[in-house]
């Protein structure tokens, strides 16, 4: 079933405040090599290419960082107008009424209830932005204990929709599906269930551009096209994934509470069931939607709930065929930033000139502090990052400045270099060949 392209049409809104400040500090140019990052990728963005500025935006608070592609040339004076748009972040918010208890690995506390509290200062957070356009909920909205404990999946999730529906009415949420919707829903109730209304295909891959007339075009990947999980189906497609996961791993797939990573190394700890493939029909059709793009001469934002490059989150939390995903996109200069979860710490790799970024989980924000959300500005040549709480306390060393509003924390700003439509390429090489 092929995916369909959904237009955003809301009407840009500039936004302005008299609370927001701007500081510019100019440096001299430097370049930070990037850190050979180790197997449990620990925070974000362990790479800075810097020159020449780093800008904070914004009264006390939110950690800003802003990604940029490659570029050889000092980078040029920061604007200080509004972003053309905005749009929030959230991922793996992982909600179940139990107590906080450890991970399987004993490595990470989750708050299962108090992500309640995050969700809802995020929304308080988004809906103070008039240029919000839509929140990106990159999946794992509720917990699976929520399905093995038979606490009411249904409830469960509506307790956080409820959160979703205090947003502005005209402030849409993209839901990604991610390996625990699966554990408590099956796949074909799950857009209904989510009220994802841009889906309308089914196919769980689309494409969306928030605002008319801006070169953004925004890409939603199905993690979990092809899948073992559907734990409330049985498919032949299940079955086919099973098969093709028992070939690179040993371990017994078919029963919880196994350590499934035994026996793995490297790369090869992706092969568990928790993660899925893309698939090459889905892959085909990204290749299009890329190309489309790279005429157009837009930029790209890639979102999905499993990450795609290795070290931009642990090695067991990758696409089973991640391989092929990144030949894809490294085929296609529109592409600047891949959105991910599922990793629960967070993570950062800057590779090829695409940016990988894995968003922590509001389940590891403590609870004197809860917060874990994004809000992201969209300017002509850059994205600011604004990250609250875990966010951006993941990978303190790399922020400098204040951000937007809220909790201590700071700002590094990168810039985009000019993108050239693949029609004006062949204009201007033809131009060239004439004289």
Not at 41 to 58: K, P
Not at 60 to 82: L, Q
Not at 390 to 407: H, K, M, N, W, Y
């Amino acid at each position: 079933m092929a995916a369909m392209r959904v237009p955003m049409t809301a009407s840009f809104t500039r936004f302005t405040s008299q609370k927001l400040a701007t500081q510019v500090c100019r440096t001299s140019r430097r370049f930070l090599s990037q850190r050979q990052p180790a197997e449990n990728v620990s925070g974000w963005w362990t790479r800075i290419m810097a020159a020449t500025g780093a800008i904070g935006v914004g009264a006390a608070g939110v950690a800003t960082y802003t990604v940029m592609a490659e570029k050889a040339d000092p980078a040029p004076k920061v604007e200080k107008d509004a972003p053309a748009f905005t749009f929030g972040v959230i991922a793996d918010i992982q909600y179940c009424d139990i107590d906080n208890a450890y991970n399987f690995t004993k490595t990470e506390l989750r708050h299962y209830r108090g992500v309640l509290t995050v969700l809802q200062k995020a929304v308080t957070t988004w809906n103070a932005i008039p240029s919000i356009k839509f929140i990106a909920n990159l999946g794992d909205i509720i917990d699976g204990q929520t399905a093995f404990k038979n606490l009411g999946s249904e409830a469960g999730l509506e307790r956080v929709l409820s959160l979703f529906e205090k947003l502005r009415k005209n402030v849409p949420v993209i839901h990604m599906i991610g390996n625990h919707e699966l554990y408590n829903f099956k796949r074909r109730d799950l857009d209904d269930l989510l009220r994802n209304e841009m889906n309308e295909s089914g196919a769980g891959y689309y494409t969306f551009r928030p605002v008319e007339g801006l070169p953004w075009k925004f890409v939603v990947l199905n993690s979990y096209e092809i899948n073992m999980i559907n734990n409330k189906e049985h498919t032949e497609d299940k079955d086919a994934a099973i098969q093709y996961l028992e070939k690179h791993n040993p371990n017994d797939l078919r029963k919880m509470g196994v350590n499934w990573l035994t026996g793995l190394d490297g790369v090869d700890k992706r092969y568990v069931p928790y993660n899925g493939a893309l698939g090459e029909r889905q892959l085909a059709w990204l290749d299009a939607e890329l190309s489309e793009s790279d005429r157009l001469g837009e930029r790209v934002v890639v979102l999905a709930h499993v990450p795609l490059a290795p070290f931009s989150a642990t090695l067991s939390c990758l696409a089973w065929d991640y391989t092929r995903a990144l030949e894809v996109l490294d085929e296609h200069p529109s592409v600047v930033t891949v959105f991910a979860g599922h990793d629960h710490s967070g993570g950062y790799r800057k590779r090829n000139g695409v940016h990988h970024l894995t968003f922590p989980s509001p389940l590891s924000a403590p609870a004197d502090s809860p917060f874990a959300h994004a809000i992201v500005d969209v300017h002509p040549e850059k994205l600011v990052i604004n990250g609250y709480g875990i966010v951006c306390g993941v990978a303190p060393d790399l922020f400098t400045e204040t951000g937007r509003s809220g909790l201590p924390c700071s700002a590094a700003f990168l810039e985009f270099p000019p993108i050239k439509s693949t029609k004006s390429v062949v204009a201007e090489a033809v131009d060239e060949a004439a004289a």
